[in-house]
């Protein structure tokens, strides 16, 4: 062995190997590509439900694979390649709950009864138990101490009109930083659904059911005015305007919530 590649395999020993994501996403994002239509610059999605159904099989496949994910596999991920992991779980969950239905639904709220909401039906088994989507978002995305991270509400869909737009792209702990911020900006700036009305600042109604997420010091956001000031450009507020929310002089309004299916007319 020459002095050269002696230093060479030195080096390639200390280089610190790069763990293999939790799953491969790819098929999912094909799907995604095909059937997400993006609207208003991104600001909103229509799915295309129609085509997903004909790929009933391939969607099955990858619940699958999820669920053999053993689970000191997945413990011993980066905190990114596991959020990135639920959160795609999460979505691919509720497109498998409307085709189950789908035509037959104008609203994933359809899926419910007396007894049970959507989001509380069992769809898929993880870790040896089979979990819901609320398991997956409140058991595990939202569990206290976890993730502390408010912009998963504008990550995970709900299959709904009112809800942030489904991105055609699966989530990955690379790039899920600029993913998530680029998810709440859009948001954020749909006036459709967040807006400024004289001395009120109207938003989603996802601000109320979660309020407590965006008030919990996630980058020194202790309330849910300091959260939204934060995105003071992409709500169009000027610089009084975002010191005024601060300082309580603009009173936040929750507006109401379109249930309607988000699917391509």
């Given at each position: 062995?020459?002095?050269?590649?002696?230093?060479?395999?030195?080096?390639?020993?200390?280089?610190?190997?790069?763990?293999?994501?939790?799953?491969?996403?790819q098929a999912w994002q094909a799907l995604l590509q095909r059937a997400v239509m993006l609207e208003r610059d991104?600001?909103?999605?229509?799915?295309d439900y129609r085509y997903l159904a004909t790929h009933k099989t391939q969607l099955g496949q990858l619940l699958?694979?999820?669920?053999?994910?053993?689970?000191?596999?997945?413990?011993?991920?980066?905190?990114?390649?596991?959020?990135?992991?639920?959160?795609?779980?999460?979505?691919?969950?509720?497109?498998?709950?409307?085709?189950?239905?789908?035509?037959?639904?104008?609203?994933?709220?359809?899926?419910?009864?007396?007894?049970?909401?959507?989001?509380?039906?069992?769809?898929?088994?993880?870790?040896?138990?089979?979990?819901?989507?609320?398991?997956?978002?409140?058991?595990?995305?939202?569990?206290?101490?976890?993730?502390?991270?408010?912009?998963?509400?504008?990550?995970?869909?709900?299959?709904?009109?009112?809800?942030?737009?489904?991105?055609?792209?699966?989530?990955?702990?690379?790039?899920?930083?600029?993913?998530?911020?680029?998810?709440?900006?859009?948001?954020?700036?749909?006036?459709?659904?967040?807006?400024?009305?004289?001395?009120?600042?109207?938003?989603?109604?996802?601000?109320?059911?979660?309020?407590?997420?965006?008030?919990?010091?996630?980058?020194?956001?202790?309330?849910?005015?300091?959260?939204?000031?934060?995105?003071?450009?992409?709500?169009?507020?000027?610089?009084?305007?975002?010191?005024?929310?601060?300082?309580?002089?603009?009173?936040?309004?929750?507006?109401?919530?379109?249930?309607?299916?988000?699917?391509?007319?």
């Amino acid at each position: 062995m020459t002095l050269r590649t002696g230093l060479l395999a030195l080096l390639l020993i200390a280089l610190p190997l790069q763990a293999a994501p939790l799953m491969d996403w790819q098929a999912w994002q094909a799907l995604l590509q095909r059937a997400v239509m993006l609207e208003r610059d991104g600001q909103a999605s229509r799915v295309d439900y129609r085509y997903l159904a004909t790929h009933k099989t391939q969607l099955g496949q990858l619940l699958a694979e999820a669920a053999e994910l053993p689970k000191a596999r997945f413990d011993s991920a980066e905190r990114a390649e596991q959020l990135a992991f639920l959160i795609n779980l999460y979505n691919l969950v509720t497109v498998d709950l409307v085709l189950s239905a789908y035509p037959n639904l104008t609203s994933i709220k359809d899926l419910g009864n007396l007894f049970r909401s959507p989001w509380q039906q069992k769809r898929i088994q993880l870790w040896g138990q089979a979990v819901s989507l609320d398991d997956i978002e409140h058991g595990l995305i939202r569990a206290p101490g976890r993730y502390q991270e408010p912009r998963i509400h504008f990550a995970v869909n709900c299959a709904s009109i009112g809800c942030p737009a489904l991105r055609p792209h699966a989530y990955s702990a690379e790039h899920l930083e600029a993913q998530l911020e680029e998810q709440t900006e859009r948001f954020l700036a749909d006036r459709s659904r967040n807006r400024l009305s004289g001395e009120q600042l109207q938003v989603s109604s996802i601000f109320k059911w979660y309020g407590e997420d965006f008030s919990q010091g996630w980058r020194g956001a202790h309330s849910l005015a300091q959260f939204l000031s934060r995105y003071a450009k992409a709500l169009g507020l000027t610089a009084d305007q975002q010191q005024a929310l601060q300082q309580g002089r603009i009173s936040i309004e929750f507006l109401p919530y379109d249930w309607g299916l988000n699917q391509l007319p």
